[in-house]
C-alpha cells in the first residue's frame, strides 16, 4: 500500500513535460522532510528556485500523510517544475525515516537535507556545495554554534537551553566532535550516505547525530556558520515527545546500537510504568487492600499509562486513535492479561516481610513487562 502511494506520487512529478531532462542531470538533491508545511512548501521553492541559479538541483518533499495537505500542495508544483517531487508517507512517521527516504531516492552525487519550515537559510546551500565539490569533505554542517554562527530568534530560551545540554550530551557519549550536532541543515556525498544507510534507525528526529555516530569518525566534516530563522508559519514539532526520542537515540548509540531505539523507548516507558506500579501499590496497601488485591490493581494502573505513553511515544508512526485506541487499550489489556498472572504470582512468591513489599512488586512488574513488550509489538501495535 505505502508503496504503491509513494510510485503514484512521483509519477505525478515525472509526467510533467520535460521531467527527464532534470531528473537526470541533477547535481544537488534538496531532501524537505514535512508535516503540516502547505504554506511554507511554494515559498521555500520559490526560494531555492532564485537561491540556486546555475546548479542543476531537485527538490525532494518527504511528507508523512500531513492533513493539511503539504503533499498535495507540492504535487501541484511538480506538475509545473520537474524539479520537484513528492514521496508520500502512509503508515510511517518521524524525521529520520523520512530523510532516509528522501536520501536513498536521489540519484545526485550531492544531498542536502533541511527544514521546510523556512528556518533554514537556503542562501547557504551554494556554499556548502562548493566544499563538497572540492573533495575535502565527505560531509558539511550548517552550524548555529561555530564563530559566526547564531540561534536568532528561531529558539525559544528555554528550548536553546535544551539544546546545548543536548549538544553537550552528544559530544560527551558517543565522542562526536561537531559543535551543532542537533543541527537539522546539512549536506552529504551521497554515496557515503548510502554507505551509512543501513546502521541509520528509521525512528527519531536527529538524523545528522545519527549519521555521525554511525560513521564512527570515518567522515570529513566542515562546518560552516549559519543563523537560525524564525518560523513564519506552522507550528514546531519539537516537544516533550521528541526530547525522549533524542535521549533514546543517545543510548542505543551509546549501546553500540544492539537494541533499537524502539526497544529503549519501550524501555523507558516501562521505567515511568514500574513508578507508577509502586505508587499504586502503595497507595492500594495503606488502603487496606490484601497484597494480591494491591498487587493486581496497581498492574492494571501501570498498564493503563504504559497504554497511552506507548502510543504516543514508542509507537507515534502507528499511533491508534479514536475508536482504534480504546480498542488497542482493550486488546493491550487481554494480551498482557498473562503477564499480569506472572506478575503476581512471581511478587507473591517473594512478598514475605511487608518491609520488603517493593522488592516484591518491582519483580513481579519486570515479570510482567517482559510479555507486554511481545505482546504489543505483534498484536497492539501491528504493522496494518
Same mark, same amino acid.
Given at each position: 500500500m505505502d508503496s504503491a502511494v509513494?510510485?503514484?506520487?512521483e509519477d505525478a512529478a515525472t509526467t510533467a513535460p520535460g521531467a527527464g531532462l532534470h531528473r537526470h542531470s541533477a547535481e544537488l538533491s534538496i531532501v524537505l522532510p514535512s508535516f503540516n508545511e502547505a504554506e511554507n512548501i511554494p515559498i521555500l521553492i520559490g526560494l531555492l528556485d532564485k537561491t540556486l541559479t546555475g546548479i542543476a538541483w531537485e527538490a525532494i518533499v518527504v511528507d508523512d500523510n500531513s492533513p493539511d495537505g503539504t503533499a498535495g500542495v507540492a504535487r501541484d508544483i511538480a506538475l509545473k517544475d520537474a $524539479?520537484?517531487?513528492? /514521496? $508520500? $508517507? /502512509?503508515?510511517?512517521r518521524g524525521l529520520s525515516g523520512a530523510c532516509t527516504e528522501g536520501v536513498l531516492s536521489s540519484s545526485a552525487p550531492f544531498v542536502a537535507v533541511m527544514d521546510a519550515d523556512l528556518q533554514h537559510d537556503e542562501t547557504m546551500l551554494p556554499k556548502m556545495l562548493a566544499e563538497l565539490k572540492s573533495g575535502a569533505f565527505d560531509l558539511v554542517v550548517a552550524s548555529r554554534k561555530v564563530e559566526g554562527g547564531d540561534m536568532g530568534s528561531g529558539l525559544s530560551s528555554i528550548r536553546t537551553f535544551g539544546?546545548?545540554?543536548a549538544n553537550g550530551l552528544a559530544q560527551r557519549l558517543l565522542n562526536v566532535t561537531l559543535q551543532d550536532p542537533m543541527s537539522g541543515f546539512f549536506m552529504v556525498r551521497r554515496d557515503r550516505a548510502e554507505e551509512l544507510a543501513p546502521k541509520l534507525s528509521p525512528q527519531g528526529f536527529k538524523i545528522l547525530l545519527d549519521l555521525v555516530s554511525?560513521?564512527?569518525?570515518?567522515?570529513? /566534516?566542515?562546518?560552516?556558520?549559519f543563523t537560525f530563522r524564525k518560523r513564519q508559519h506552522g507550528e514546531s514539532k519539537l516537544d516533550t515527545l521528541v526530547t525522549l526520542d533524542y535521549f533514546g537515540l543517545l543510548l542505543a548509540k551509546y549501546f553500540g546500537d544492539v537494541v533499537s531505539v524502539r526497544f529503549l523507548m519501550f524501555g523507558l516507558v516501562g521505567a515511568s510504568g514500574l513508578l507508577v506500579h509502586l505508587v499504586a501499590l502503595r497507595a492500594f496497601l495503606l488502603s487496606d487492600v490484601s497484597f494480591n488485591g494491591a498487587q493486581t490493581a496497581a498492574s492494571f494502573?501501570?498498564?493503563?499509562?504504559?497504554?497511552?505513553?506507548?502510543?504516543?511515544?514508542?509507537?507515534?508512526?502507528r499511533r491508534l486513535t479514536g475508536l482504534g485506541a480504546l480498542v488497542g487499550l482493550l486488546t493491550f489489556y487481554a494480551v498482557c492479561s498473562v503477564g499480569v498472572l506472572a506478575n503476581v504470582g512471581v511478587a507473591n512468591l517473594i512478598y514475605a516481610d511487608p518491609a520488603y513489599w517493593w522488592v516484591a512488586g518491582t519483580a513481579g512488574a519486570v515479570m510482567g513487562a517482559v510479555w507486554n513488550y511481545a505482546a504489543s509489538s505483534a498484536l497492539t501495535w501491528r504493522k496494518s
Open positions: 509513494n510510485m503514484a506520487d $524539479r520537484v517531487r513528492v /514521496i $508520500r $508517507r /502512509i503508515g510511517r539544546s546545548n545540554i554511525s560513521a564512527a569518525g570515518s567522515l570529513r /566534516i566542515k562546518e560552516l556558520p494502573v501501570a498498564m493503563t499509562s504504559n497504554f497511552f505513553l506507548n502510543n504516543q511515544l514508542t509507537y507515534r508512526d
